[in-house]
């Protein structure tokens, strides 16, 4: 601070004036100079070191910044740890209130509203990740601006780093969650739902970091994602069906909801290949009385999930497609993120 700044320095006694402390001849900064350049090129035993190259790779920056990142990532704790308590929280909150649901139609929309509340509140709960996140940034701008590294790397490590803990978050989620709510009981229907839940908190901090990229500023980050995150939920296909949205909101923000295919994807997971129970045939009219079309089985009207699924307007086909398309949305995501960072330096 003292060679670049004499904002600082007092006068001395002899009243010299600061700057006059701080110059050196033309002959001490030759000698320091090439002090500078010899020092590291000898280990501790007096052996010279030969360096390849001028630089560090692109690969060696990328581990260094993926090494720094994991261990704040431990020992800050607000970065994740405080996030995974959160969502283990309210796994047991939401698996205790939706307790043992039973494959009943009385339970069909406890059942719907579950998974709706379970991919909703996943997502918006992203927003505790914003102060870490904005850390990270301003140290970012920093490193940057005196040629570190560039946004492409920054962002690279932001992924490699979060992915495993994302991972854990989901799957801790699913493990307390599904199996106390009584979703439909296999193995394949348990980890397609943990994927789906994976892709929506992949999703979800990847608009974070979109958000909190172009608006550095917290409240005004907070504010804009739990807006963008109430907009998900409005037009995600559960609050109103997605055959009676409003064309505007339909076509303009449904069809790019990430929400809408964890929702439809987690429906299909859970409505596709069950049936419930609705009671028995009604001996005067010899018909069911359900609320979705049932078939009589041993005297018993049961509906099949599908019927479920019809009145959503959800098929169980192109699954493949609706995975593609949730990845596509990260993608743009973080293009996107790329992007803003790339422009903005401040």
Known sequence: MTLVNVDFIQRSLDGDAPADVVLLSDARLRQEHAIFQNIGRFDEKGHELVVAGGGSS?????????GRALIKSYRDIIAYGIRIAMYTALAIMMGTIWLRLSPVQAHIQSFINAIFFGGAFTSFMAVAYIPSFLEDRALYIKERAN???GPAAFLLANIVTGIPYLFVTALTFSVITYWLGNFAPSASAFFTWTMWLFLDLVAAESLVVLVASALPIFIVALAVTAFANGLWMCTGGFLVPTQQLNPFWKYVFHYINYQA????GTMINEF??????CGTVNPLTQQCN???????????CVIDGTSVLDNYG????????KIGIMISIIVVYRLLGWFVLYFRRR
Do not use: H, P, W
Request: charged letters at 20%; a neutral charge; glycine letters at 10%.
């Open 290 to 300: 359900c609320q979705y079309r049932a078939s009589v089985v041993d005297g018993r």
């Open 261 to 264: 295919y964890v929702f439809e």
């Open 147 to 149: 040629g570190l590294y």
């Open 314 to 321: 959800y098929s169980k086909g192109d699954m493949g497609t």
């Open 58 to 66: 692109y690969l060696s920056i990328l581990a260094a910044l993926v």
């Open 272 to 277: 596709a290949n069950r049936q419930y129970d």
